[in-house]
């Protein structure tokens, strides 16, 4: 089950520099908030994917199922809930934006 694949640990590298990068210097209303989400999600499946010898379908239900519990916990304020505010931290790996729109 245990496997380290090459491929996918240099796309996952690259994507979590492509998320940085938009993390420092992009500041609008799409990229940002949508397209990064979409990014981090297919980082996820690739680092996951670096590691386990899983078949698609198993590993993109799993980054889905973590996906949608973020989203949720965005959409119970969980950063607010538990008073990590002033967490910089919190707010990048949680979020705090839960956004109707694009359910």
């Known amino acids: ?3 380290f694949n090459k491929k996918y640990f240099g796309l996952a590298i690259f994507i979590f520099f492509v998320e940085v990068f938009i993390a ?3 500041d ?3 990229v940002r908030p949508y397209l990064g989400d979409v990014l981090v999600v ?3 499946y690739c680092f ?3 590691f386990l010898k899983l078949s698609v379908l198993p590993a993109a239900l799993m980054v889905l199922m973590f996906s949608f519990t973020i989203e949720f916990l ?4 969980v950063v607010e809930r538990l008073h990590l505010e002033k967490s910089k931290l919190a707010r990048i790996v949680i979020g ?3 956004s109707w729109g694009i359910c």
């Open 48 to 50: 996951l994917k670096s």
């Open 42 to 44: 297919i980082l996820i």
């Open 1 to 3: 089950m245990l496997t």
């Open 24 to 26: 420092l210097f992009i």
């Open 28 to 30: 609008d209303n799409f």
């Open 74 to 77: 965005q959409f119970l304020n």
């Open 96 to 98: 705090t934006s839960f």
